[in-house]
C-alpha cells in the first residue's frame, strides 16, 4: 500500500514505535518531526496522507497542527495522547481529526484507527466524486431541457421532436448533447 505518513511526536521513542508498527503493515512511514511546526513544515513540503500528531508537542500543538493542516489541504489526520479529556476529543473533531489513540497503545489499535480513517476517506472522496459527477450531469440537462425550450417555441414542435431534433444534430456533427445543446442556445439566442 502506497500510503505516505507523517510522525509527529516530541518523544524519539513514540516516534520509532509508531514508525515501527506502520512499516511493518506496509506503510510508507518516512517524515517524522519531533514538534508541531516542523510538522506543519514537513507536510506542506510532502503532502502526506496520512498525519500522525501528538496532541502535546513544542512549538505548536497537535491540535493546532492539525487545523493548519486543514487549512491548506485535508490529509487523514491521527492524534496520540496520554491523557482523555473530552474538551480535546471534541477539538479533535473540530480540528478535522479523523481519530484519537491514547498512548500506550497496541500495535492492533493504532492499525484500527488509521485503517478506519484511510477507509472513510476513501468513502469520502468516492462520494465527492458521485456529487461533482451528479452536478455535471444536472447542468448538462439544464442546458439540453434550455435547448429543447428554445426549439420548441421557434419552431412549433413537442418535446419529444426538439430532442430528437438535438439527438440527430448531435450525431451529425459529432459532437456530444451538450455541445450542440450549447450551439443551440448561441444560435437561436436566451
Known amino acids: 500500500m ?84 473530552r474538551e480535546w476529543s471534541e477539538s479533535a473533531t473540530a480540528a478535522g481529526a479523523s481519530g484519537y489513540v491514547m498512548k500506550p497503545f497496541t500495535e492492533g489499535g493504532l492499525l484500527m484507527t488509521v485503517e478506519i480513517g484511510l477507509e472513510q476517506r476513501r468513502k469520502l472522496r468516492a462520494l465527492e466524486e458521485d456529487v461533482r459527477k451528479l452536478k455535471s450531469k444536472m447542468e448538462e440537462r439544464r442546458v439540453v431541457d434550455k435547448a429543447k425550450v428554445l426549439l420548441m417555441n421557434r419552431y412549433s414542435v413537442s418535446e419529444e421532436e426538439a430532442y430528437a431534433a438535438l439527438r440527430s444534430r448531435s450525431m451529425q456533427e459529432r459532437r456530444t448533447l451538450l455541445k450542440t445543446a450549447e450551439a443551440v442556445i448561441r444560435e437561436i439566442g436566451g
Open 2 to 85: 502506497s500510503v505516505t505518513v507523517m510522525i509527529a511526536d516530541d518523544e524519539p521513542i513514540t516516534r520509532l514505535d509508531v514508525k515501527e508498527i506502520l512499516l511493518k503493515a506496509g506503510y510508507e512511514a518516512k517524515l517524522e518531526a519531533g514538534n508541531g511546526e516542523a510538522a506543519v513544515r514537513l507536510a506542506y513540503e510532502h503532502r502526506p496522507e496520512l498525519v500522525i500528531l501528538d496532541v502535546h508537542m513544542p512549538k505548536l500543538d497537535g491540535l493546532k497542527a492539525a487545523r493548519q493542516l486543514r487549512k491548506w489541504y485535508d490529509p487523514v489526520i491521527i492524534l496520540l495522547t496520554s491523557h482523555y479529556r
